[in-house]
């Protein structure tokens, strides 16, 4: 099965670099032109918990250079979903099938509306980190949980599981349940990114006040009676411990939200506590604290530019 990578980000970069390094016919899609050029001449550096080592891939900035693939793994970032369904369709083979694993809700419904029936979909907790074109760090292991959206066992998941087994990245599985795996990360990043980011802090920064624990158990409770509504099944039972879990055993981490923000990109706030709300107002939940947090996200986006420096501030 030949695979192709789009968005060779920093989780893009080490998923191609273990299928790689595992033998897999990978090939990678990034967008910039001198971060390919750079990468085809010294190779992928890859450090963290699975080592420090460069790593040859096959990367390209044009689709059409990279040749059919078999699965294409979608890994950009959710705002650039719609963006990227042209780079799909020029790399996957006729019988090829997608699989998601974004962050948010709504990156299935826009893959699926334009490959109707070949996209599945889930999540994964693998970490990792840019530092520079051309390197990243592997921060943690993690588990990978995907399937149909309709629930039923396929061949296609069964062959793509065993394909993402090869990364030793961490357990795989193959599932029933992938709204509900979608939604339950969804939860968990509703709970920490923006927190986190508007109060510039490390995710076990975030309960460390009883205002941040009472703003995570906002949070949670909004999208619980959204997902009752919707009859979702979550994968744990306590959502808001999970949250608290969550910041606990990624305490030292700075989320993906904060690292956008730090380096002036786009978040993806739209396809997380946005997207909450909208699904609020859908089925006549209020939803204002996700509201909130959204319009501050959205702010602070708009605002980077405009930034008082903090040496400014204590002069």
Not at 169 to 187: E, F, M, Q, T, Y
Not at 251 to 274: C, L
């Amino acid at each position: 099965m030949r695979v192709g990578i789009v968005g060779a980000g920093a989780l893009g970069s080490v998923v191609g670099g273990l299928l790689a390094e595992a033998g897999v016919d990978v090939v990678l899609l990034r967008r910039r032109r001198e971060d390919v050029a750079l990468i085809r001449e010294k190779g992928l550096w890859l450090e963290g918990v699975s080592g420090d080592r460069f790593i040859p891939l096959h990367i390209f900035s044009d689709p059409t250079e990279a040749g059919k693939v078999d699965l294409a793994l979608v890994l950009v970032k959710s705002y650039d979903t719609a963006a990227a369904v042209e780079a799909v369709g020029t790399i996957l083979g006729e019988s090829g099938t997608i699989l998601t694993l974004q962050n948010g809700i709504g990156n299935y419904e826009i893959l699926n509306e334009a490959f109707p029936g070949r996209v599945l979909f889930g999540t994964t907790t693998m970490a990792a980190l840019a530092l520079a074109p051309g390197k990243v760090r592997h921060t943690g292991f993690g588990q990978t949980h995907f399937g149909e959206a309709d629930g039923t066992s396929s061949e296609r998941s069964l062959l793509v599981g065993a394909l993402l087994e090869k990364m030793n990245g961490g357990p795989v599985h193959v599932v029933d349940n992938a709204v509900g795996c979608v939604w339950s990360k969804l939860i968990i990043n509703a709970g920490i990114n923006a927190p986190a980011t508007l109060l510039r802090v490390r995710n076990g920064d975030v309960p460390a006040t009883g205002a941040g624990r009472a703003l995570i158990h906002e949070v949670v409770q909004e999208c619980l009676k959204v997902v009752q509504a919707r009859g979702i099944k979550l994968i744990f039972d306590d959502p808001e411990a999970q949250v608290l879990a969550v910041c606990q055993s990624t305490a030292p981490n700075i989320t993906s939200m904060f690292q956008d923000i730090r380096a002036g990109r786009h978040t993806e706030i739209d396809f997380i506590n946005a997207a909450i709300d909208r699904e609020g107002k859908r089925l006549g939940i209020p939803t204002p604290a996700n509201r909130v947090l959204a319009l501050f996200m959205e702010a602070l986006e708009g605002t980077v530019a405009c930034r008082v420096p903090d040496q400014a501030l204590r002069s």
